[in-house]
């Protein structure tokens, strides 16, 4: 199994340019999360969905819309790029929600440099 | 909103001494985990602790969790140059939705 993975790696974005990060999983996970880390901050809820064909609000949603269209992929677009969105992206799954006691499996990330 | 704060912020040890970490939290939880994150990686999940629990181990990780001080221990015993990493507590707020929490870590270094 490959797990979580996330494309692209790597991406440099000019202000007001657009994109999609995407994450497949092949663990059938129910449930899907992207977050963002900031040097010397945690990890920050973006969207997550509890099911294909479902998305939810986290922390910081702004500038970020979400789909989740099959069950093993989750997208994470961004509208029109600002140097605030600067950030390295990862992308998550659990079985089941986390109320449910269950780990969330982290992909490698996407580190996204917008000038 | 930051939910979990790690205590201290960077800890540097010698192999084979134990590192301690600390997390503290502001509201009731479900449950807390402790995840690590090698440099430019992904967060591996360490451990998960139910608001019910008290302790567990995994291997050479003890975790404590103290509802009534709202704070968790990380304990990493016997510590290797490769448990070298930035260790992360994540709550999970009773009662509320499935929006796992971070704080903002605490980096470790293991000398050789």
């Known amino acids: 199994n490959a797990g979580v993975t996330q494309t692209p790696k790597f991406r440099v974005l000019k202000t007001g340019q657009s994109m999609t990060l995407l994450c497949a999983q092949d663990m059938n996970h129910e449930y899907m999360y992207w977050y963002r880390q900031d040097p010397g901050m945690g990890l920050r809820l973006i969207h997550y969905s509890v099911g294909e064909g479902t998305t939810a609000k986290g922390e910081v949603p702004d500038g970020y819309n979400v789909s989740r269209l099959k069950k093993q992929n989750f997208l994470l677009g961004l509208e029109s790029a600002a140097p605030s969105q600067t950030s390295v992206y990862f992308c998550?799954?659990?079985?089941?929600?986390?109320?449910?006691?269950?780990?969330?499996?982290f992909g490698p990330g996407t580190r996204l440099t917008v000038t | 909103s930051q939910q979990g704060e790690e205590d201290p912020q960077a800890l540097s040890i010698q192999e084979g001494e134990n590192a301690t970490m600390n997390c503290s939290y502001k509201?009731?939880?479900?449950?807390l985990q402790w995840y690590r994150q090698n440099s430019g990686r992904g967060l591996v999940h360490l451990i998960l602790i139910r608001s019910n629990e008290r302790e567990k181990h995994s291997g050479r990780l003890r975790v404590t969790l103290d509802t009534s001080k709202k704070s968790s221990s990380l304990l990493i015993t016997a510590s290797r140059a490769a448990d070298t990493a930035s260790y992360f507590c994540?709550?999970?707020?009773?009662?509320?939705?499935?929006?796992?929490?971070f704080g903002k870590g605490t980096k470790l270094t293991v000398n050789p």
């Open positions: 998550a799954s659990s079985l089941t929600g986390t109320s449910g006691n269950y780990e969330q499996y």
């Open positions: 994540a709550t999970l707020t009773q009662g509320g939705s499935e929006k796992l929490v």
């Open positions: 509201t009731s939880i479900n449950n």
